[in-house]
T-cell receptor, first 113, second 114 residues
């Protein structure tokens, strides 16, 4: 199964950039990498996804290595409200139309004042 | 605003009773999903539906049932056969089967067996 590896927890100072790494060394060539975050006792929130190229939206930037074996989510100016668990996810390989996302334990990011 | 509504937010059930969790979306999404989350664990897929009147079991379907009679609605019933139903339940939807789109989640229902 395609799996992801993330640090269990990270800290970041308010106003600084938060860089969250993810390893997905078994990802296949046509699978996207998705990032979500979950604030305590709420549903996960979609952040960004990418295939090969770096991506940026109003929430974050996603940097994907050329070999696609790892990626980094960047929150450019972290705020206290960015404190959450961040999930890096890839679909179950070979799932086709019955695509299922494989959820790990994510990285618990604490943004400190 | 479009989104997914789960109700109720908190639910208490006596042992041996069935209970139904509601999930409604007005995003015009074809696919809908039910996940279960336990403390310190990732999300686990219970059931999913790609189109109306069709659904498939996920990884932990035992003790659960679903229906998809309308595109907008995907209720989950937790039956008495589910041995450990206390958990946080999350409903999600997506545009379809394309890998290019992410999921939209509801705010969850926390079920407690008393």
């Amino acid at each position: 199964d395609a799996k992801t590896t993330q640090p269990t927890s990270m800290d970041c100072a308010e106003g600084r950039a938060a860089n969250l790494p993810c390893n997905h060394s078994t990802i296949s060539g046509n699978e996207y990498v998705y990032w979500y975050r979950q604030i305590h006792s709420q549903g996960p929130q979609y952040i960004i996804h990418g295939l090969k190229n770096n991506e940026t939206n109003e929430m974050a930037s996603l940097i994907i290595t050329e070999d696609r074996k790892s990626s980094t989510l960047i929150l450019p100016h972290a705020t206290l409200r960015d404190t959450a668990v961040y999930y890096c996810i890839v679909p179950e390989p070979g799932a086709g139309n019955n695509r299922k996302l494989i959820w790990g334990l994510g990285t618990s990011l604490a943004v400190n004042p | 605003d479009g989104g997914i509504t789960q109700s109720p937010k908190y639910l208490f059930r006596k042992e041996g009773q069935n209970v139904t969790l509601s999930c409604e979306q007005n995003l015009n999404h074809d696919a809908m999903y039910w996940y279960r989350q336990d403390p310190g664990q990732g999300l686990r897929l219970i059931y999913y539906s790609q189109i109306v009147n069709d659904f498939q079991k996920g990884d932990i379907a035992e003790g659960y049932s679903v229906s998809r009679e309308k595109k907008e609605s995907f209720p989950l019933t937790v039956t008495s056969a589910q041995k450990n139903p206390t958990a946080f339940y999350l409903c999600a939807s997506s545009i379809g089967d394309s890998d290019a789109y992410g999921y939209t989640f509801g705010s969850g229902t926390r079920l407690t067996v008393v």
